[in-house]
């Protein structure tokens, strides 16, 4: 059985930093993109960032999170940096084995249980 259990995030004031990271119990972590998707009250899910061969990063979000990946550890992170009042919502942590859709909640597999992310000014 497929898991991605999520830790981090919480409460941080405006221009702070915060680190999710996800850790899943795929064999075959390395063959799988993985991605971050958030989403706000009232609003859709969102994608933010993605890996595999290649990184991909909301507009909203470049130049401020990274996201990385140790397969080693079967784990992906998410760094958050420069954080504004915006970027308050639930983070989710995603895994396609696919590799196609990798900006649409469609193209992933299996997702985490999602983290609160706080941002106040």
């Known amino acids: 059985q497929v898991q991605l259990v999520e830790s981090g995030g919480g409460l941080q004031q405006v221009g702070g930093s915060l680190r999710h990271s996800c850790a899943a119990s795929?064999?075959?972590?390395?063959?799988?993109?993985m991605g971050w998707f958030r989403q706000a009250p009232g609003k859709e899910r969102e994608f933010v960032a993605a890996l595999r061969d290649s990184v991909y990063y909301a507009d909203s979000v470049k130049g401020r999170f990274t996201i990385s990946r140790d397969n080693a550890k079967n784990t992906v992170y998410l760094q958050m940096n420069s954080l504004k009042p915006e970027d308050t919502a639930v983070y989710y942590c995603?895994?396609?084995?696919?590799?196609?859709?990798?900006?649409?909640?469609?193209?992933?597999?299996?997702w985490g249980q999602g983290t609160q992310v706080t941002v106040s000014s």
């Open positions: 995603a895994a396609s084995r696919m590799a196609v859709l990798l900006r649409d909640p469609r193209g992933y597999d299996y």
């Open positions: 795929i064999p075959t972590f390395s063959s799988y993109a």
